[in-house]
């Protein structure tokens, strides 16, 4: 049994004092939750929230990362530099970072490879705009951006990995995909794994849906049988909204 592992991405928001809050509020809300609960923060907030989920079941993840691991790239952030202050989870290819900083299949995954030979869990966002949508591209794109992420990698590296599926038209929209197609467009990713890599495998991978999902919508999604939770941008935001996220049943 997969379990469900629900990351909050809280995008371009959140000064540290108020991540300390976030974290001191939500932490004894999900305290019994047997889901996996993490926080994907901005750079500048990192070390903070590491330093304030200590003793509590929050992880805490970075929301990009840059493929090599020093040298002369201004403004950049490496996975080894992630993991030696206890970064667990690196956000990987989000459709902001492809529409707004021309990250390609290839970046992708080369961030993917860094990212698991520095000992962090990449979270590898995948999903197809409206236009490719309406003209019934879904599955050739996700699929296609599923294999190009992958390119290269272990069995035991892609069943650590999590996969989110975040169709771009339901991102930041209220728009959510409903539960059946969400659900028919991760099990279009699993069997395009296990095609590459096999049914056990593609069984393993956690693959979450994201695109706003709030605590009204997410028993429903999340109780999908290919659906193993969610990550989530807008309703990440507030302590309370998102613990019942968590909490979902
Ligand atoms: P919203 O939940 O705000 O739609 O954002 C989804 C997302 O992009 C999470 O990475």
């Given at each position: 049994m997969r379990k469900k592992v629900i990351a909050g991405n809280w995008k371009m928001n959140m000064l540290p004092n108020e991540a300390i809050a976030f974290i001191e509020e939500l932490a004894p809300l999900v305290k019994d939750t047997e889901n996996?609960?993490?926080?994907?923060?901005?750079?500048?907030?990192?070390?903070?929230?590491?330093l304030t989920v200590q003793?509590?079941?929050?992880?805490?993840?970075?929301q990009n990362m840059h493929f090599e691991e020093s040298g002369a790239y201004t403004g950049e952030v490496s996975g080894k530099m992630l993991k030696s202050i206890g970064v667990e989870y690196v956000i990987i290819g989000h459709s902001e970072r492809r529409q707004y900083f021309a990250e390609t299949d290839e970046i992708v995954n080369k961030k993917v490879k860094a990212a698991i030979s520095n000992g962090l869990k990449p979270i590898i966002c995948v999903g197809e705009t409206?236009?490719?949508?309406e003209e019934g591209k879904t599955s050739e794109v996700i699929t296609k951006q599923t294999e190009l992420a992958l390119e290269g990698l272990t069995n035991k590296e892609v069943e650590n990995i999590i996969i989110a599926y975040e169709p771009i038209w339901a991102i930041g929209t209220g728009k959510?995909?409903?539960s059946e197609d969400a659900n028919n467009s991760i099990k279009e990713i699993r069997n395009k794994i296990s095609k590459i890599y096999g049914q056990n495998?593609?069984?393993s991978v956690i693959i979450q849906y994201g695109g706003s999902v709030k605590s009204s919508n997410a028993k429903e999604l999340f109780e999908m049988s290919d659906i193993d939770g969610g990550l989530v941008g807008g309703a990440s935001l507030k302590a309370e909204e998102f613990s019942k996220i968590v909490k979902y049943k």
């Open positions: 996996e609960v993490i926080l994907c923060v901005p750079y500048i907030d990192l070390f903070y929230s590491l003793g509590t079941n929050i992880k805490i993840g970075a409206l236009e490719q949508r959510t995909a409903t495998t593609a069984q």
